[in-house]
């Protein structure tokens, strides 16, 4: 039970685009269009941001944005604002005995 | 509103157990897939255990024979029970409620409501 791979950083200054890469296996990422995305900002809870690869939950600005290719998923936040600097953790399902394994998670920051 | 809430965390001794509790409101505890994920101290977050609403249960290798999924549907209350800890359970515990879709082809939409987090620290 592997986690999967994200940069440990990324950032980018107001109003540009900043993407995260979120690399595993052929029984996870690659194997699955089960891709989740949360946001978690310092001491509180999780927030997911994409399911499903590319979907958006009610309420999520379409600046958030997912995608895939083979093993590797990523979310681009475009039009960066200073509320978007938070850790980001992507998550795939990988069948029931590695139910929902994430992401090292990737700390981004607005400069 | 769709809320969880978590309790039961607190300082305990390596090789102690405790139960903790999440209690649910404005939707249905045994309708849906519940899980339970930690996330240690300046670390990422760890998916410890699922419970489908089927009742079948899951761990991680990490917990697996130590760690305990249950539901108690009459209070509508998720449940994880914590055995011979170890000072690398030390984590913040949250509660989440997977979204799925689908009963024979099901669909995995991810974990859309959380708790706040209880915390767990085993030191002696």
């Known amino acids: 039970q592997s986690a999967l791979t994200q940069p440990p950083s990324a950032s980018g200054s107001p109003g540009q685009s900043v993407t995260i890469s979120c690399t595993g296996t052929?029984?996870?990422?690659?194997?699955?269009?089960?891709v989740s995305w949360y946001q978690q900002h310092p001491g509180k809870a999780p927030k997911l941001m994409i399911y499903?690869?590319?979907k958006r939950p009610s309420g999520v600005p379409d600046r958030f944005s997912g995608s895939k290719s083979g093993n590797t998923a990523s979310l681009t936040v475009s039009g960066l604002q200073a509320e978007d600097e938070a850790d980001y953790y992507c998550?795939?399902?990988?069948?029931?005995?590695?139910?929902?394994?994430f992401g090292t998670g990737t700390k981004v920051t607005v400069l | 509103e769709v809320q969880l809430v978590e309790s039961g965390g607190g300082l305990i001794q390596p090789g102690g157990s405790l139960r903790l509790s999440c209690a649910a409101s404005?939707?249905?505890?045994?309708?849906?897939?519940m899980s339970w994920v930690r996330q240690a101290p300046g670390k990422g977050l760890e998916w410890v255990s699922v419970?489908?609403?089927?009742?079948?249960?899951y761990y991680a290798d990490s917990v697996k024979g130590r760690f305990t999924i249950s539901r108690d549907n009459s209070k509508n209350t998720l449940y994880l029970q914590m055995n011979s800890l170890r000072a690398e359970d030390t984590a913040v515990y949250y509660c989440?409620?997977?979204?799925?879709?689908?009963?024979?082809?099901?669909?995995?939409?991810?974990?859309?409501?959380w708790g706040q987090g209880t915390t767990v620290t085993v030191s002696s």
């Open positions: 998550s795939s399902y990988a069948g029931s005995n590695n139910f929902g394994v």
């Open positions: 052929s029984s996870d990422v690659g194997g699955y269009n089960y």
């Open positions: 404005g939707f249905t505890v045994s309708s849906n897939y």
């Open positions: 989440a409620r997977y979204r799925v879709r689908g009963v024979i082809t099901v669909h995995y939409y991810g974990m859309d409501v």
């Open positions: 419970i489908y609403s089927g009742g079948s249960t």
């Open positions: 499903e690869v590319s």
